[in-house]
């Protein structure tokens, strides 16, 4: 199993234009969420899916859309980007929702707005 | 809303020596599941420890130990017998037992670095 992956390892846009990270894991899992890591603040969680065709919202959606149109995939896509959005963003995988399981991370996507 | 705090920005062990780093999480929930994870240099989130707060007995892995305080709301994490190999950031996390999702709530994380 490749487990979760993260595609670009490495992004710079400009203001304005819009991207699409993408992440996929193949180990069948229900659960899928998008965070976002800034220097001093963790990680937050940005979007989720407790599966296909099921979003919400998390900590900081604002300027991100997400779908799940299949288990395998969540991508996460930046409309009009903004050096605010400037982070490193991960993608993560649980078996199913709730009940504490242990979450599996992609290797993230450094992403650079100037 | 529950938040994690890790009030220890950086630390430092020497190898072979005991290190233990500082979370406490405020929450109104009585049933919920924490976490420590260690994030080394190569930027990939690895899964350390696992604690369930409905449990009594601190959870174990190897080297790794946590002691888990529910009245205090702590949770620190006890690494003992440091190796080089233990450099890395480490986060606090929360995570709620009741609901449909897994979210996670983490803390700003402490930079641990183990030197010689």
């Known amino acids: 199993n490749a487990g979760v992956t993260q595609t670009p390892k490495f992004q710079v846009l400009k203001t304005g234009q819009s991207m699409t990270l993408q992440c996929a894991q193949d180990?069948?899992?229900?659960?899928m969420s998008w965070y976002r890591q800034d220097p001093g603040m963790g990680l937050r969680l940005i979007h989720y899916?407790?599966?296909?065709?099921?979003?919400d919202q998390g900590e900081v959606p604002n300027g991100y859309n997400v779908s799940r149109s299949t288990t395998e995939d969540f991508p996460l896509r930046l409309l009009s980007a903004a050096p605010s959005q400037t982070s490193v963003y991960f993608c993560a995988s649980s078996p199913f929702s709730g009940g504490g399981n242990e979450q599996f991370f992609g290797p993230g996507t450094r992403l650079t707005v100037l | 809303a529950q938040t994690v705090t890790q009030s220890q920005p950086e630390m430092s062990v020497q190898e072979a020596e005991t290190v233990t780093l500082s979370c406490t999480y405020d929450?109104?929930?009585?049933?919920?599941?924490l976490f420590w994870y260690k994030q080394p240099p190569s930027r990939q989130m690895i899964l350390v420890i696992r604690?369930?707060?409905?449990?009594?007995q601190n959870a174990t892995e190897n080297r790794f130990s946590v002691n888990f305080q529910k009245a205090a709301k702590s949770f620190s994490l006890k690494i003992s017998d440091s190796q080089l190999g233990d450099t890395a950031m480490y986060f606090c996390a929360f995570m709620k037992h009741t609901g449909t999702a897994s979210k996670l709530t983490f803390g700003t994380g402490t930079r641990l670095q183990v030197t010689l």
């Open positions: 899916s407790v599966g296909a065709g099921i979003t």
């Open positions: 604690q369930e707060a409905y449990k009594q």
């Open positions: 180990m069948n899992h229900e659960y």
């Open positions: 929450t109104s929930e009585s049933n919920y599941y």
